[in-house]
């Protein structure tokens, strides 16, 4: 079995990869929930929905989220009202909100309704959240007015303020209190295979690490876990994780990205354009294994997911 | 100015005539939100929505709720998780329910709210919830096992099962603690004209009846008041109204209508199909007003307005 700490649509693109080359019943992805959002009273679970619908091989590719072919006349409607259409959700995309937040009324927990979905997708990896309590990512930015500081939640900096504002601080309201989603500590302590998938380090990974039981099962593998960097030739390939490492004072390269993880992955995947890093991170005291990591087609993830399996430490 | 009594469909068309007779600045019309159902974590107002799309000519005139051009791509998709799917929400239509419930969480009232929506549909009609409070109505029908009785919620009812089965009695649920919506109560006190719609007389009028004031405020203007039976030759023009009447021991025609009016209304509206039922309304101490009440189009909506209008014994 392979366990997989998973962010949003970098995540699903390795473990669409991964689908390829070995059994999805073999995979397990434990999804980070720390980007939720609930917006117009639905329970919105962004890096869950990316990785179900790229499973399902519904997504779009162009957008990397939400599903191929949408329609948005709930979005343009809700512009008449002055309504929050800064998060778009397309039309078929709500069904999915709609379903997850009438499950949650009745009390379902997120677990069993991402199984729901997943099952209605035809997804057959197993897909767990983090944690079925609720951690909510919150970043501290600079305030109206110099010398200021203003905390607001992921989703409003990441797509309210399209993530362009330097983030001070993050941290993860409610960790503290939550459990891990039933299963993950013990997939993550039987699991042949751990893979980081290539997600922001700090705040798709960093929210899983946060939830109380997870870091430590993890660094328990740790010679044996593979974490592919995020990071390729000094840069994000999507999203801000590069700006955000700077900010936050770590270096955004693969090095960079080595010393976040050095405690807990053994190894890690390094892209053919960060080759001459290779001894760089070995000095940090993590394995470099170098392969094509940008995911631009299936054939292309498959070829990393390849090369993941490949990564692992023989015992 | 006009103060409406106002269910859903039949509402809304009366409303709409009015509006072809006089200003509609000069209306205010108080919208039964007994039928409201939270679903999907959504609030959805049936009949308050009923009204703002008819008097914006953006309903579906062929259904009577609704959007007219309306795309069901999430209730599709919702099709796929198995999930709530019998009470149809379109995809411009979920917009107004994610308005709404987004406002209600940021702690705006729902008069606020509705205000907003009808705002945005450039509704010059004032349209006022019955309250702020929630109140819902119950329906108790006969359970699965014979001899048995189960409470649902009335849209489980009303579209969950079609209506289609016998009504044992109704409730308005929190209706004691509810107070009026702001304006309810002194615009029915000083409106030239208090009218009743030709709405379902239990289920529709009967939940602002029932929030405390508002039958005492009506009752104080009976001379003045003109209802309009929504009883035609002993049916239902649309909806359950009639079987509904029965079951619960009234008499289905405008006599029955006459009968529970009474105390509130002193003239009845009755369509001429039911002339030779003047004498018996009268009989029950309301004057008969007899005119075409069948509302096929704008032009016969216009015409009972002004029959309507005019209907209102001179002081």
Redesign the interface.
Known sequence: MLLALAGGVGAARLLRGLVDVMAAADITAVVNTGDDI??????ICPDLDTVTYTLADAVDGGRGWGLAGE?W??????E?????TWFRL??????????R??R??EHATLSEVTA??AR??GVGVRLLPMSDDRVETRVTIAGPAAGTSVEVGFQEWFVGRGHGVAVESVRFLGAEDARPAPGVLEAVASAEHVVICPSNPIVSIGPLLAVPGVEDAVAARRDEVVAVSPIVAGAALKGPADRMMVDLGHEASVVGVARLYAPLAGTLVIDEADAGLADAVEAEGVRAVVAPSVMTGRAEAAALARAVLAARPSP
Chains 1, 2 share one sequence.
Do not use: C, K, N, P
């Open positions: 609930v917006l117009h009273g639905l329970h329609t006349a709930a979005m343009e409607t809700l008449r009202y002055g309504g929050h397309g039309d078929r995309d709500l069904a999915t909100h709609l379903f937040t009438q949650l009324t729901a979905v209605a997708w």
